[in-house]
Structure formats: structure tokens, C-alpha cells
């Protein structure tokens, strides 16, 4: 068996930090999704432009529209479709 050193395994300033950080994410998860976000989702592109799945991913593919991955989701700035609506 290997000698362990004598280190404490949870250190409490980082046991606290590590609370604080998920508490701060919990707290942001929880507040409510209001009309203020910077981005919209596939389903709202869709729905506004009236297209399907494949239409938005060939305009997507075809650098045509400004996007953002995160994860498996794909999101759409607002800022682009509220230009192209002034033009």
C-alpha cells in the first residue's frame, strides 16, 4: 500500500468555494426565462421564418445566419433577425 501524505483531503476554504459557485449557478438556473435573452433557439427561428429542420440547416451550413453552439443546441442572436427586420 502506498503511503498517503498527510494532507487533508477537503480543504474547508475549498469546500466553501465550491458551495458558493453552485449556489451562484443554482440560484441563476432557477431565476425565470424572460423575454430579455440575447438569443433565439432553432424551434424560434423555425416557427418565425415558417421553415423546416433541414431548411435551417442548410441556411446555417451556407454562413448565411450568424450562430452559436453550445452543447448539442444551436442558438440564433436576436440582434441579427431585429437588423434584418429594418432593412
Known amino acids: 500500500m502506498r503511503n498517503k501524505p498527510n494532507v487533508p483531503l477537503y480543504d474547508d476554504h475549498l469546500m466553501r468555494f465550491v458551495l458558493d459557485v453552485f449556489s451562484e ?8 426565462q424572460g423575454k430579455d435573452s440575447l ?9 418565425m421564418l415558417n421553415i423546416s429542420d433541414s431548411t435551417l440547416f442548410r441556411i446555417r451550413k451556407s ?25
Open 25 to 32: 449557478i443554482l440560484a441563476n438556473l432557477q431565476k425565470p
Open 39 to 47: 438569443y433565439y433557439d432553432s424551434a424560434d427561428v423555425k416557427r
Open 63 to 87: 454562413q448565411s445566419i450568424p450562430h452559436v453552439r453550445i452543447g448539442r443546441k444551436i442558438f440564433y442572436p436576436k440582434s441579427f433577425f431585429n437588423s434584418a427586420l429594418k432593412k
